[in-house]
């Protein structure tokens, strides 16, 4: 039974300035100290990521200013040489142009603070240089007659490496490491990674000559020990995802029978991976077109998936010795390296589920993706595939991101649809009261493959628009104390009245409509007005809905039915100057399926002085401050979903008082005069401070107004 290693190329001493690099298996001594992993001042835990642009200027600075990762940038002129002819042909063979690290999005995992830290990934190689620089300061555990050499070395390197000269994908994961050389030694390999909890198993190899047919399989397993290495595999993949290298034989017509062997043992595709190596053209941080290097996904597709394996890695040539490579044996290992970075971002999520993200956010929308299927990853997920490419080029930085809609799952069972519907529409008498008791609060909200991720609260609550500075009504000049309705308007809005009877007491039915919420609603209203010789005082009540939004509407909840209660009294100063003080107050219930229901007060207020024959006959002059509606109080509270401190998901009360912060205030200037008969020219200026309740909130405004009775 012969082993092959799937490596295209491996040049020692490539044209890049490597201290120690040499051609030979001697080292010139002199290894630096472990590099550091990239951070940032502000390193994000990965469920916070609900956006690549709060950590973009990291992941281009390390990009373009650590020597780590400008390290991996092909040096000029290397090519895959498809025809085997040692001359460049550039319609066969492949320019090894760009960067995988930045191919596949791990500078941005990286910029997130993502390091592989806690996750062991396991390898099953040719033999490691267990002294080499990069793999310094890790727990490293080896299995029996462990040998050296270049190739184990520079797998390892790509998995998990990390040294002053190089970084790899899981910078500090730790590694198991054993050889190739016998089915005994994969199969203890396999065991001591499934003992472990490794994410993954790494094998950048296969059999010779072996497909994945159902002949050449029962030919594997007559060799001895080969079944106890089946066993093994399947012991581990009970949990951990298994890794196989594609041949890197551009035209191979069939896929070798360890990445294919799902074909023949359907019960280990869930945790197996084909990896495939290709050169993809990039713009901005979108594949636009690739070139494949290696053998197609083919049969494995399904399972399949592809990553840029050119790269600068260790080798067994000295503690601190480098060397560029091509080929799937390090394609795969970067695939390993972002499961580890995935598994300590979704501490929750199983390493199948891992396994699936990196499936379902693989890039295939690039020119000469051709669909040969599709897989349902998740319930109505469903992501396509190819023969050459299997589901496309990994990206980790999207794998990060939430796949889908995010749904937040309150403890009543409730789900909400975070993209669809608002946890709340504040309602206008509260302000950005809701939001601001919800300010700082983060809500687990699960994607469409569990992920959770980390949802400021506040943003979940949708803020009305404050209502203009100018209503209707006032293009009209009309009795304030007689148009007042007992203060009515200021919490059911502009109506139509039909009174019911006449007398001292007025019985009145109101008709009024929302513009916002599209809600029609009747209203009953009582008063009475009592004249005085200078003055006069109207009393009222009335009952109607929330048809001016001033309560908070919650998802699942219906508007609210309204109470009032109000007074206005106008008096004559002298024969030219006159003051009215209006008052009102509201009780109403904000009733939710999500909140616990609050009971609420409101009030409004007006007080006004006018002054007429000012500057011209029959003109007039008046002043007047206002409080439109707002709470005074009110309380509710929500359980919602949190992280505790050992990230789990809990559920937490938390109290929302629905009073705003600080009320509007509104003062208005307003003048009017006659320009000719039964016409009168008005002039308003009105200031609006904490508009719409919200604190610090302002708005200015003039109305010209023209009335003409005819």
Partial sequence: MRFSKYIAALLVCPTVLLTGCVGDDTSSGGGGETGSPPSTSDALQAYFLQSLDTVRAEANRLLNDDSRYQLQDTPTGAYADLNGNGVYDPIVDVLLNGSPLRHAGIHYAHAAGLTGAGEVIAISDAGFLTSHETLAGKTLTTGSNLLVDNHGTFVASVAAGNSDDMIGVAPEADLILGNFGSFEQLRETALSAASLGAVALNNSWGFDGLDATISDYSEMQSYSGAQSYIQGLETFAQDGIVLFAVSNDNENPTIGLMAGLPLLEPDLEDSWLAVVNGVPVMQ??????????????????????????????????????????????????????????????????????????????????????????????????????????????????????????????????????????????????????????????????????????????????????????????????????????????????????????????????????????????????????????????????????????????????????????????????????????????????????????????????????????????????????SLPAAVTSGSTSLSLPTFSETNKIVYTNIPVSLAPERREMQLSLTYERPIASGATLGLTLRHAENQGNISGARDTGVLFTLNRVF
């Fill in 284 to 625: 901005d941080d979108d594949i636009v077109s690739a070139r494949r290097v290696s053998g197609a996904c083919l049969e494995a597709a399904a399972w399949c998936i592809a990553a840029d394996g050119s790269w600068i890695g260790a080798t067994a040539g000295g503690i601190d010795s480098y060397a560029f490579g091509t080929g799937t044996s390090y394609s795969a290992p970067l695939v390993a390296g972002a499961l580890a970075l995935l598994a300590e971002a979704f501490p929750t999520l199983t390493h199948q589920d891992l396994r699936v993200r990196l499936l379902a956010t693989a890039d295939n929308s690039f020119t000469g993706f051709e669909t040969s299927g599709s897989v349902e990853l998740a319930d109505g997920f469903y992501h396509d595939y190819s023969d050459e490419w299997g589901h496309g080029f990994i990206d980790v930085a999207a794998a990060l991101l939430p796949i889908g809609q995010p749904v937040v799952t309150l403890e009543s069972g409730f789900e909400l649809d975070v993209g669809r519907d608002p946890l709340a529409a504040s309602g206008g008498a509260s302000g950005d009261a809701v939001a601001r008791a919800l300010n700082g609060v983060e809500v687990v909200s699960l994607d469409a493959f569990s992920a959770p991720f980390a949802i400021e609260a506040s943003s979940l609550v949708a803020q009305r628009s404050s209502a203009p500075l100018f209503s209707p009504s006032e293009l009209h000049k009309r009795d304030r104390l007689k148009e007042s309705s007992f203060r009515r308007d200021a919490f059911f809005g502009q109506g139509v009245r039909v009174p019911l009877q006449g007398g001292e007491s007025d019985l009145e039915i109101s008709y009024y409509n929302s513009s916002l919420s599209g809600v029609d609603s009747y209203g009953l209203g009582l008063s009475r007005t009592f004249d005085f010789s200078n003055a006069s005082l109207q009393l009222s009540a009335g009952i109607g809905h929330d048809t001016a939004n001033l309560l908070s509407t919650w998802n699942g909840s219906s508007s609210s039915t309204l109470f009032t209660v109000g007074m206005a009294y106008a008096a004559n100063l002298s024969s030219s100057t006159s003051a009215s003080f209006e008052v009102g107050y509201a009780s109403g219930r904000e009733a939710s399926m999500l909140a616990q229901p609050a009971d609420v007060l409101m009030n409004s207020a007006t007080l006004s002085l006018s002054h007429r024959n000012a500057f011209t006959r029959n003109d007039t002059i008046s002043i007047s401050l």
